[in-house]
């Protein structure tokens, strides 16, 4: 009975909130002046702002669904290039590529742009993902239109242990995500980010690590080391309590944000200079009060990842139980924010800005 109340729940989380974009179509959010269009790709949808790219979700032939490429309101690439960039075939993206990768650092290839995985489901290691290893694949995607400045994409997620591992290829859990990409001022996009991990066939445990969840790379110059490798590049985290740099981690707060240095993008160069200019470059992630265990806990690193994780109590607590089991038919819901605003944010703004969000329901 569990088993079909649950596929009942799946099939209602992928109906359309306004209705679905028609096949080989664009669905166009807008009013203000200001328009986003989603576009089919081959490995996903393309998401713009009057025209100007945004973000790409790609799913289909990934070892993982992510989003890249993911770009500022000012143009700039909002995330690290490595290793997303290897199998790039975009030209454009490429030539912004070229600008910013010599100035990466290339540590943790299983850090992609911004990805959900977790390193220990039901003993699974899905968070040092590569081939023949337990990956999550992308099963059916929806981009919906709604009639506020917005693009709604929902998409269904298989939790695989491939054959190579475990014949027959066995699926450990699902995850429906309910991602909407939206403008609320000429410097700041958003991007809400809610997964919804259901647990099919058997009950599902989330494991207690620090590998994990929902994880973003940002740009190698914002990176708070980055200062070591050159005196005008390296940024600061800082979260909700005022905490700074290396203290944010293992600690709980409503929000987190990574401010520092990003270089500008100019159309007219197409190779890197060390003395091209800057200016600020940031992205606020916020957990939502209705997620699991919120206020989250963070597992962030001054050499550049953003990491939400409310399981990692072992580290983060002194050795509390931070494992979680969902039972068969049930699932669990995480909510985050992403703010990516092109200068130097003040903790009294974030708020603002949290307060709105922490009223907003679910699609």
Partial sequence: MKRVILSILIACLLLPVGFAAAEGEGATAGEGGVALTATPTKSGYAIQVNGRPFAEYRSVGELTPDIWPLFSPKGKLATRTFPMAEKETNEEILKAVRKVAPFESRDHPHHRSVWFHFGNVNGVDFWNIGPNRP???????????????????????????????????????????TMTFGVLSATIW??????????????????????????????????????????QWGGLLMNAEGLKNGETWSKRSRWVDYTGPAYDQNPAVDKPDKDAPMSPFGMTVMN????????????????????????????????????????????????????????????????????????????
């Fill in 135 to 177: 990956f999550v694949r992308g099963q059916e995607t929806q981009i919906l239109e709604s009639p506020r400045d917005k693009v709604v994409l929902r998409s269904k997620n298989d939790w695989v242990v491939p054959a190579a591992q475990a014949r027959p290829e066995q699926v450990v859990c699902q995850d429906v995500r």
């Fill in 190 to 231: 958003y991007i809400d980010y809610d997964v919804q991990v259901l647990a099919v066939d058997h009950d599902v445990q989330f494991g207690d690590t620090k590998e994990g969840l929902f994880a973003i790379r940002v740009p190698g110059t914002v990176e708070v080391d980055a200062k070591a490798r050159s005196p």
């Fill in 288 to 363: 939502h009060p209705d997620s699991f265990r919120y206020p989250t806990w963070w597992h962030v690193r001054t050499y550049g990842l953003l990491d939400a994780n409310p399981f990692a109590l072992t580290e983060f607590r002194a050795g509390e139980d931070g494992r979680a089991t969902i039972k068969k038919g049930e699932s669990l819901l995480f909510r985050y924010r992403i703010l990516l605003h092109d200068f130097v944010i003040s903790p009294e703004e974030i708020e603002q800005w949290f307060e709105k969000y922490a009223k907003t329901a679910r699609h």
